[in-house]
């Protein structure tokens, strides 16, 4: 078998010709490193390891510029490379990843974990609903949430006092702040216990 063509793509890439026929789309980069060339006569296992270093090497770019946009945890990573590229290559990409110290799914959910309680005043409950959305494992989000520690009553005055002022002298206005403290993982009984002790 020989290369018998390639054609510039968009994309650092080049549609590889073997025998007359289109083979694959492969990294200019990799194309480079194996000496790929017009008339250069390959076997099926050469092929084989351009396509799989190939598929690797766009993985790797993927993810880094995904990741230079916003943090991801491992598996929503994972997933988001899996609908363009093999298994092997994504799993190598992952690796690499967190040998980079790019993906790190502790470090990720200690920062979101503070962000959802302490910015968006979220109950534990509420944020690990929401850490659960984000792919984290029930292990990492346990141990994660268990050495936060906050004063909940506080956060549910913030709350009360911005955006439902007078709930304290207003049934239906104390109705409606009981339901949105609820949307934000609150329970009843510690809502029952802060309004029996600011009323």
């Given at each position: 078998?020989?290369?018998?063509?390639?054609?510039?793509?968009?994309?650092?890439?080049?549609?590889?010709?073997?025998?007359?026929?289109?083979?694959?789309?492969?990294?200019?980069?990799?194309?480079?490193?194996?000496?790929?060339?017009?008339?250069?006569?390959?076997?099926?296992n050469f092929l084989n390891k351009l396509k799989l270093d190939s598929d690797y090497k766009n993985a790797k770019n993927k993810a880094l510029y995904l990741l230079s946009i916003k943090?991801?945890?491992?598996?929503?990573?994972?997933?988001?490379?899996?609908?363009?590229?093999?298994?092997?290559?994504?799993?190598?990409?992952?690796?690499?990843?967190?040998?980079?110290?790019?993906?790190?799914?502790?470090?990720?959910?200690?920062?979101?974990?503070?962000?959802?309680?302490?910015?968006?005043?979220?109950?534990?409950?509420?944020?690990?609903?929401?850490?659960?959305?984000?792919?984290?494992?029930?292990?990492?989000?346990?141990?994660?949430?268990?050495?936060?520690?906050?004063?909940?009553?506080?956060?549910?005055?913030?709350?009360?006092?911005?955006?439902?002022?007078?709930?304290?002298?207003?049934?239906?206005?104390?109705?409606?702040?009981?339901?949105?403290?609820?949307?934000?993982?609150?329970?009843?009984?510690?809502?029952?216990?802060?309004?029996?002790?600011?009323?």
């Open positions: 078998m020989y290369i018998t063509d390639l054609k510039k793509e968009r994309k650092l890439m080049h549609s590889v010709y073997v025998d007359g026929e289109f083979w694959a789309k492969i990294n200019n980069e990799i194309l480079a490193q194996n000496g790929v060339k017009i008339g250069l006569e390959i076997e099926d943090d991801y945890t491992k598996k929503e990573l994972f997933d988001k490379l899996k609908k363009f590229f093999c298994i092997e290559s994504v799993e190598k990409t992952i690796e690499k990843m967190e040998d980079l110290g790019l993906v790190n799914d502790q470090i990720f959910a200690h920062k979101y974990a503070k962000y959802l309680i302490f910015n968006k005043y979220f109950s534990k409950n509420r944020a690990a609903f929401e850490m659960r959305k984000r792919r984290l494992s029930k292990e990492i989000i346990s141990a994660t949430l268990l050495d936060i520690e906050y004063d909940e009553k506080e956060h549910i005055k913030f709350l009360i006092d911005k955006k439902y002022k007078n709930a304290y002298f207003d049934q239906k206005i104390k109705d409606n702040a009981i339901a949105f403290l609820q949307r934000y993982g609150y329970n009843w009984n510690d809502i029952k216990s802060f309004f029996d002790e600011y009323r």
